[in-house]
């Protein structure tokens, strides 16, 4: 996929990115002339085994990593070269997260915890962002839990409210880093149908970097990475396909 | 066998080598006044006078070791926390609590050997530094000073032994580590367990209440007669006594005010959380600061007492009173210095519990610049948090004092010649300066090193999975 011009319906990509770590002979290539984009409100899984550059490009696809060469946009802005506080002022108001675990500031509570982004950019929210949250707290099951403790609550529910904090300032994408890495299987069905229902339902954008056949088949489209490369870049899949797609990927390597 | 490190360990040797370091000089310095005292004509031979200034010197040795062996216990303390995956993996191969802590112990008992020694050699060379000085400017005749008595290993053992001790004291967390903790499996704990305390609790609050009881009645006795303050001295001590073993009750409330204070902005709001978030630790992060604060106020706020007792004595009767100012300045100066050093000793405990609070939140504070807090707005939390640690053990400690101050400068002057009887505590203005400067200062110290620390985090470590 070649990125040459501005695309209106990108909301974040790469040009020929470049990562490493390390020099001389010791140096590693994590992402090799990379040049790939995310799609507006589309639900896209990036895929690949252990140390195939898939959470490398998230982390600077974010703004959380420098770059090695190569050039990176959040929609039309060009963060390549932007200072450690412009990118903070990126991610407060233009990214969402996701992690695997420890997602929660343990201090706030609930409420404390969805209403941060709004926080730290110091603006209350409009009505509209209150009927929305609220409509996101309702939805996801939260509205009894909103004054507990993230310690008081199970994993399952500790990432919805990850989820509700990161869809809730209705960023330009969320990035969701093995959303379902510390979940049971049936907790994780379901918070996989929550991002992929906010996605399908309110035109949210996400990135999801997972290993997970099946957490990947809830996604639009998935773009498979091996060795610091993309190998393959494809729509809706069933878990069989991509499981069938990655032994493969696996004997030819 | 955890992986001794002497990093972690800097602090607890540097609070062993001050403690030390003081009681060594304390007692050299009191000693050579002795022979100083001997050598001279008119009071030569005064057994009591020796004798009072060894008893004073080793009341201000006991509050410094004792502040110190808190701070050591609390670092302690600290240190396991962070150890807990260490601890836990250890276990989970077949090693038992009690011999993991034992280690700790060790650990305990170096670190107590090295600080105690170093202090003796410290103190020894402040101590001849300073009669050096003394002999050559003429201020004392050159006498046969002596050093190396058989009484600063007094001090020394004390100090070896309180941070042995105060090491198992803190180490206790080690045995609450469960195998379970290694895999990961479980939630980061978010409250140190408080329960258990109960007992504790109880006696503190009946000593408080007693001693505060005894303490009124010396200043009511005081009123007719100066022994009132021997009543008052033990009321001081039993009440003083109870808020020290109670500080989970006071200083937690008092923390969470302050933090109200601080302001609203999201830094200051996370802050005010993160001082409370393990009452325990907070209370003894701050009750020596407490201590040192409150006995530096005390004495200053009862020699103003003095003063204005004596002033309004001396309209009555001046010949009596000559010659009293100097002696009562001369008098708080040096208290206040003594005191001082435990006040120090308490400080490095505070810089030290910020600092390592700071290298055990990483993954928080990397979630934090994750979701967009500028490392300016860290750089604030945490000296917000190092200010409402400063702040809350400030107004505490003055508080006390200003209470503590009154009543034993009532109870002791209060039926003297020409006394006023019940007097307003006086609360001299310098001493409200030298507060506001020292709690400024300490605030912006303390959180340099962890601010620093803390801004380096990058917000990629919490996405790691460890």
């Known amino acids: 996929m070649e990125i040459t011009s501005e695309d209106p319906g990108l909301v974040a990509r790469v040009a020929g990115l470049t990562k490493s770590y390390g020099s001389g002979s010791t140096a590693v290539t994590a992402l090799d002339n990379v040049s790939v984009g995310i799609r507006k409100s589309e639900f896209t899984a990036i895929m690949g085994p252990s140390g195939s550059g898939k959470s490398t490009l998230m982390h600077i696809m974010a703004g959380l990593d420098s770059v090695t060469s190569g050039r990176v946009w959040i929609g039309s802005t060009d963060i390549t070269g932007l200072d450690d506080t412009e990118l903070t002022m990126i991610r407060r108001r233009r990214v969402g997260f996701v992690f695997q675990s420890f997602n929660l500031v343990p201090t706030l509570d609930i409420r404390g915890n969805i209403m941060l982004p709004f926080e730290l950019d110091g603006r209350s929210p409009s009505d509209d962002d209150r009927r929305w949250i609220d409509e996101l707290v309702a939805s996801l099951g939260l509205a009894p839990r909103m004054s507990h403790r993230p310690h008081e609550l199970s994993g399952g529910q500790q990432q919805r409210v990850a989820i509700a904090r990161a869809l809730g300032s209705r960023p330009d994408l969320v990035f969701a880093d093995e959303p379902t890495g510390n979940l049971d299987s049936r907790t994780s069905r379901e918070v996989l149908s929550l991002l992929a229902t906010a996605s399908s339902s309110y035109g949210q954008s996400i990135a999801m970097v997972t290993h997970d056949p099946i957490a990947a088949s809830y996604a639009d489209r998935i773009i498979f990475l091996a060795d610091g490369k993309v190998i393959e870049d494809r729509g809706r899949s069933t878990a069989s396909d991509i499981s069938q797609y990655m032994l493969g990927m696996e004997q030819v390597a | ?466």
């Open chain 2, 1 to 466: 066998m955890n992986g001794f490190t002497v990093r972690e360990h800097i602090p607890s040797i540097l609070v062993a080598t001050l403690s030390s370091a003081f009681g060594v000089s304390l007692l050299q310095v009191t000693t050579n006044l002795s022979i100083l005292i001997a050598a001279d004509d008119v009071t030569g031979a005064s057994g009591t006078v020796q004798f009072i200034l060894a008893i004073i010197a080793f009341v201000f040795i006991v509050i410094a070791t004792y502040v110190g062996s808190i701070v050591t216990a609390n670092t302690f303390a600290t240190i396991i926390a962070g150890r807990t995956r260490t601890i836990a993996l250890m276990r989970i191969i077949g090693v038992t609590a009690a011999s993991q802590r034992r280690v700790v112990a060790n650990e305990g008992l170096t670190v107590g050997i090295i600080g105690a020694i170093s202090g003796l050699v410290l103190g020894t060379l402040a101590t001849a530094v300073l009669i050096m000085v003394s002999v050559r400017t003429g201020f004392i005749p050159s006498l046969a000073y002596t050093f190396l008595e058989p009484i600063v290993l007094i001090p020394i053992f004390g100090v070896l032994l309180t941070t042995w001790f105060a090491s198992r004291v803190g180490s206790r967390r080690v045995l609450t580590v469960s195998p379970m903790q290694a895999t990961g499996a479980a939630i980061e704990e978010s409250q140190e367990q408080a329960a258990g305390h109960r007992g504790r609790n109880a006696v503190a609050i009946v000593l408080f209440a007693f001693g505060t009881v005894i303490l009124g009645l010396g200043v009511v006795v005081g009123l007719v007669s100066p022994a009132g303050v021997m009543i008052g001295v033990l009321g001081g001590i039993l009440s003083f006594t109870g808020l020290v073993l109670g500080a989970q009750l006071v200083m937690p409330p008092a923390l969470t005010l302050v933090g109200r204070m601080l302001g609203a902005s999201p830094s200051a709001k996370l802050a005010a959380q993160n001082a409370v978030r393990y009452p325990e630790r907070s209370s003894r992060t701050t009750i020596g600061l407490v201590i040192g604060v409150t006995l530096v106020t005390m004495f200053a706020v009862a020699t103003a007492g003095f003063q204005q007792m004596v002033d309004i004595a001396r309209a009555n009767e001046p010949a009596v009173y000559e010659g009293i100012d100097q002696v009562l300045t001369i008098t708080v100066v040096v208290f206040s210095v003594l005191i001082g050093f435990s006040a120090l000793i308490a400080a490095v405990g505070m810089v030290n519990n910020l600092s390592l609070s700071v290298l055990q939140r990483t993954r928080e504070l990397g979630l934090l610049r994750a979701l967009g807090f500028t490392a300016r707005q860290l750089r604030a939390m945490i000296r917000a948090e190092s200010a409402q640690l400063v702040i809350a053990s400030v107004l505490v400690g003055f508080t006390l004092g200003i209470a503590y101050g009154w009543a034993g400068a009532q109870s002791m002057l209060g039926s003297m010649n020409g006394s006023p009887g019940l007097i307003l505590p006086v609360v001299p203005l310098w001493l409200l300066g030298v507060v506001v400067i020292v709690a400024a200062v300490l605030t912006v110290a303390a959180s340099i090193i962890p601010a620093r620390r803390a801004t380096r985090i990058t917000p990629i470590v919490a996405l790691a999975v460890d």
